[in-house]
């Protein structure tokens, strides 16, 4: 069993800065790749931001500049430092982490998701 539990989400002004964090933990033999997605209300979850082991990332085009992601691969957690937020960042925000489980199994898990609000 692996879970992700995500923190960080929150209501918070146009141009304000949110951190968000994802622990992972369970039957953990190595993670590798961990990014963020997102999902607002009537519209299908996207990619935000991926890290892979090696710190390699990867963000959508409509965050980039505003956002970084980073990781702990000692602790298995993944951080998501949102800054300039505008009221279209607005979503649930979901964790995701490619997990090589004691057995060994390959799972692609998902955290609960935090939702992050910003208001105009």
């Known amino acids: 069993q692996v879970q992700l539990v995500e923190s960080g989400g929150g209501l918070v002004q146009a141009g304000g800065s949110l951190r968000l964090s994802c622990a992972a933990s369970?039957?953990?033999?190595?993670?590798?790749?961990m990014g963020w997605y997102r999902q607002a209300p009537g519209k299908q979850r996207e990619l935000v931001a991926t890290?892979?082991?090696?710190?390699?990332?990867n963000y959508a085009d409509s965050v980039k500049g505003r956002f970084t992601i980073s990781r702990d691969n000692v602790q298995n957690t993944v951080y998501l430092q949102m800054n300039s937020l505008k009221p279209e960042d607005t979503a649930v925000y979901y964790c995701?982490?490619?997990?090589?489980?004691?057995?060994?199994?390959?799972?692609?898990?998902w955290g609960q998701g935090t939702l992050v609000t910003v208001s105009s």
């Open positions: 890290v892979t082991s090696g710190g390699s990332t």
């Open positions: 369970g039957s953990i033999v190595r993670i590798y790749e």
């Open positions: 995701n982490a490619d997990v090589l489980r004691r057995g060994p199994t390959f799972l692609n898990a």
